[in-house]
């Protein structure tokens, strides 16, 4: 299955009731294997966890560590952009030239490499001093 069809399929298992917005992602890794994520809200925390969160907890726990590849899909007017918390944590695991696809579920496409998405990131580089 492809990577855009494994985010829509796992974006309707997202469990969404206080922003009644459905988030899938998917993502490859180094390794070739794919692992995905849904956003998964609570009432303490409406926003919950993102969907990117998700697919990386997955990889992580898959003990992957590199991810090649991003695909993100909701039931938006235009593509999805993941947030800021998540910009980071997928440049944690994600070369600069890695791309995200940007999805809404009628098929609307923009991809964007991770540098473009975060640009000027704090990267480990910063940490050279401590
Ligand atoms: N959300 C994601 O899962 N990924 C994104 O890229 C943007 C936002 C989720 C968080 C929350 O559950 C809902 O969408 C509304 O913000």
């Known amino acids: 299955m492809a990577l855009k069809d494994k985010a829509l399929s796992v974006r309707e298992k997202a469990y969404a009731p206080y922003s009644n917005f459905k988030v899938g992602a998917a993502l490859t890794a180094e390794n070739g294997e794919t692992f995905v994520g849904c956003n998964v809200e609570n009432v303490a925390y409406p926003e919950g966890t993102c969907a990117e969160a998700g697919a990386i907890a997955a990889m992580i726990a898959a003990g992957q560590t590199r991810?090649?590849?991003?695909?993100?899909?909701?039931?938006?007017?235009?593509?999805v952009s993941p947030c800021g918390g998540c910009r980071q944590k997928l440049i944690e695991f994600g070369e600069g030239d890695v791309v995200v696809t940007m999805a809404t579920v009628d098929g609307v496409e923009q991809r964007m490499t991770l540098s473009d998405l975060m640009p000027g990131a704090f990267t480990e580089a910063h940490l050279e001093n401590t």
Not at 67 to 79: F, Q, R, S, W
């Open 67 to 79: 991810l090649t590849e991003v695909y993100v899909v909701a039931d938006a007017p235009k593509p």
